[in-house]
Every structure is written in C-alpha cells, then in structure tokens.
C-alpha cells in the first residue's frame, strides 16, 4: 500500500510538472506573440513594409522556409496547441470539450441511448478542438453534415431503418391506441405557445418559425426535429437535435415521475385484453395506406413518411428480405454514425454557448413533459367512454415517438405494482402510432410555414 502511494505521488508529481511546462510555453509563446504585433506608434506603411520582408526571410537572414531557430521553432508549436488557445481566448471550447465528455459518460457508463450519444459526444470533441479544422467545409464533420444533413438524406435513412424494425400490428389489433399517439403529440402544439409567451422575456427573440422547430422537440422525433429545425432555424438546429436526441435518452428518468403523478395505482394495475389477430395482408397494405392518405391530404410529409412507410413495407411484403436485413443492420447502423456525428458538429463552442441555447433546453424539457402528459391523461379520458375495457393509462406515456424506450418504459413502470402485468405489446401499438404522429406533426408545421 505505502508504495502504490508512493506510486501515485510520484505520478502526480510528474503529470503537474509537464502541465506546469505546458501552460509555461504556452504563456510564453503568447508573450511572444504580443511582442511582435505591432505598436500603436508603428504606421501602416512600416507595418506593410515589415509584413513583406517577414514574408521573404527569417529572423537570420535566410529565406523563408530555408531556416528555422529553435526558438522560432518551439513558438511556432506552443502556439497551435490546444491549451495555447484555451488561453488566448478560446475557453468556450474547453466549456464544449467538457460537454462531449458528459454525453459521452452518459452514453457508456449510464446506458442513455449510447447509439446516439457516443457519436454525438464524439462529433462535440471533433469540431471543437483548436485548429484541427474538422467542422470546416473540407473536414470529416464538415463533409458528413453538407452530404447527409443538409439535404436530408440521413434522417430519411434513419426513417427507413425504423419502419423496417416496425411491427405494425399492436397497432392495427387495437386501433384505439392511435388516439394515444395523437394526444401525445399536444406537447409540440402546447410548447409552441410557450415559446411565444417566452419572448415577453428580455433575452429572448425567437420568430414564429424558430418557435416551431423548437416546439418539434416535444415529439421526441430526433430525425422529424433535424428536418424542421435545419429549415426553419439553422443556427439553432444543434441545440435543437441535442435537445431532442438528450430527452429520448433520459425517458427513464423524465417519464416516470409524471406517469405516476397522473395515475392512480388502481389505474396502474389494469390488465389490458388481448389484442386481435392481425392477417399478413393488413401488414402489407398499411404502410401503403399511411403513404397514400399522406400523399394526398399532407404532401409536406411524404420525405418522412414515406421512408417510413418503404422500410415497413419491405419488411412485411416479405420478397426482399435481403433489404429489410440491411436496412435494420447496416444501413441503420451507418446512419446512425454519420448522423451523430453530423449532429454533434452543431456543438461547435460559438454557436452552442449562446443565451437561447438554455431556454431551447427547457422549453424542449417542457415539451416532453407535456407530451407524456398528454398522453396519460387522453387515456384516463378514453376510459371514461369504454370503462367494461379500459386502458392502462400508462401506456398513454408510450405516445411519444420515442421508439422503442418509451414503451419499454411503460411496461417497466406498470410491473413495479404488478410484475405479471406485461403492457409491452400494447405500448408497442402506442409508441408506433407516436411515431405516426410526430411525422404528421412535423409535415403540419412544414406545411404552415414553407
């Protein structure tokens, strides 16, 4: 034991020495710097005059290029360092570095959605580290979200992949619970009046079309979110998908807490009916059906639901198996990087850190809330009209197009009171309805303002 302390002192010993010897040649190295700009008494054509004969030779003489002082050579290296730059007046993107690390930890070491968070916490280390140029038109994270989310390709891919992982028929068995979806989808509707009340505050200035992508978030939709938010307010859209993305992995632990706030335990306890058998060609014919009622009544929402739409039907026609494996597997796992990290280069430091990223934050919290609440409470209504077979207001919470951790969510909560109550089936037919729903109240807002 004395000598792992022992150990670890000296460890610590050596690792403040060379932080010691970094932040040192980083001062230095700024000291420099400030040495050499120019003074107030120096005039312009000096100034010029020196700029040109620093472009033709060294410090010695030489020419440009041809020698290099170690001094010269050790400035040069200090100076396009990280900590030089944190120092020089980059401290935001130390501040974002600590926010990439914090999904990060959330998605590893807590299980928060780490499919989405871990590339998302990686894309925030990648486009804030000084001079590394990643989130520049030519970088990695620049190239990713020009090719991918600018046009709306990875989103729609990622619609794709779910419908595939779709099972319809919880829904069609029980088509009530479709109600459940809907209701839920009062949290995007609700927050955006709380967005408008929000700019009687000082601070706050959001336009109409700002507040409706803000107001998305409510659905829980991280693809619906991205689509709205690139086109009706860019220079919030990373606030906007974190906020989105974040909520979704925190459903066990923001859901909860409202679900047995509405609830009652006698209402917790109910044991729902089996659902109805549902025949192969209703599977088949549904995903045409959504497309066709969409095309025809909302065409603002066909890119979203019809991905959806082509990646359950492939799945349930059966012909091509090949492409529903692949949509499920490669293509969704694909997607799914791209698209993390793609959001992640929204987190770059002077775009995030902004006043309007804090309310974006709660106003997207609020929605949430609102929408499990919604949720929640249109069932215990429902039940009021069909009381000889009620639903399990839990289920109302599964509304929300946080798929699949919103139903799982539902049917953890109902088996804490009854452990042989197993609502995953009809939270199922919930949940896939929200999604239903969250397309159909993203193609509204894009219908209203495009």
Not at 83 to 92: D, E, H, I, K, P
Not at 276 to 291: A, D, G, H, K
Not at 316 to 341: D, K
Request: charged content about 10%; some cysteine; glycine content about 10%.
């Amino acid at each position: 034991m004395k000598y792992l302390k022992g150990k670890r002192m000296r460890l610590g010993l050596c690792l403040g020495l060379i932080a010691t010897f970094i932040i040192g040649m980083a001062s230095w190295a700024q000291t420099t710097m400030v040495a050499d700009a120019p003074t107030a008494g120096d005039t312009a054509a000096s100034v010029a005059a020196a700029a040109d004969t620093d472009a033709d030779t060294d410090a010695s003489g030489q020419p440009a290029g041809e020698h290099l002082s170690l001094r010269e050579g050790a400035r040069k290296v200090v100076s396009t360092t990280g900590l030089a730059a944190f120092m020089s007046g980059q401290w935001r993107a130390a501040v974002m570095l600590v926010v990439g690390l914090v999904l990060l930890y959330l998605g590893v070491a807590r299980d928060f959605e780490p499919l989405l968070l871990v590339p998302i916490g990686f894309g925030c280390l990648l486009v804030n580290a000084p001079f590394a140029g990643m989130g520049e038109d030519n970088g990695l994270l620049g190239l990713i979200y020009n090719a991918g989310i600018e046009n709306d390709l990875l989103p729609l891919l990622i619609f794709m992949g779910i419908g595939a992982m779709s099972d319809f028929s919880p829904l069609l068995g029980s088509p009530r619970v479709v109600l459940l979806g809907a209701a839920a989808q009062f949290g995007v509707f609700g927050t955006l009046l709380g967005v408008i009340l929000l700019n009687q505050l000082p601070g706050f200035d959001f336009t109409l079309k700002e507040a409706s992508a803000i107001a998305i978030i409510g659905a829980a939709d991280g693809p619906t979110s991205i689509v709205v938010g690139r086109r009706f307010a860019p220079d919030m859209m990373g606030s906007i998908a974190v906020a989105a993305y974040s909520y979704m992995a925190l459903v066990p632990l923001i859901q909860p807490p409202i679900m047995r706030l509405l609830t009652t335990r006698q209402e917790r306890l109910i044991r729902m009916r089996q659902e109805r058998p549902v025949s192969r060609l209703e599977l088949i014919l549904f995903p045409l059906l959504i497309l066709l009622v969409c095309i025809v009544f909302l065409p603002a929402a066909v890119p979203l639901m019809g991905s959806l739409a082509l990646g359950n039907f492939i799945r349930e026609c059966g012909a091509v198996n090949r492409l529903s494996n692949a949509m499920q597997n490669e293509i969704m796992n694909i997607a799914t990087i791209m698209l993390g990290l793609g959001v992640g280069m929204q987190l770059e430091a002077s775009q995030f850190l902004q006043p309007a990223t804090l309310g974006i934050i709660l106003i997207g919290l609020l929605a949430f809330s609102l929408g499990t609440a919604g949720g929640v409470i249109f069932a215990k209504i429902m039940n009021l009209f069909s009381p000889n077979n009620p639903i399990n207001p839990l289920i109302g919470s599964a509304g929300v197009s946080a798929f699949p951790m919103a139903a799982r969510v539902s049917t953890r909560v109902a088996m804490e009171y009854d452990p042989q109550n197993v609502l995953l089936m009809h939270a199922m037919g919930a949940n896939v309805a929200g999604q239903i729903g969250s397309i159909v109240a993203g193609g509204v807002i894009l219908a209203l303002f495009s």
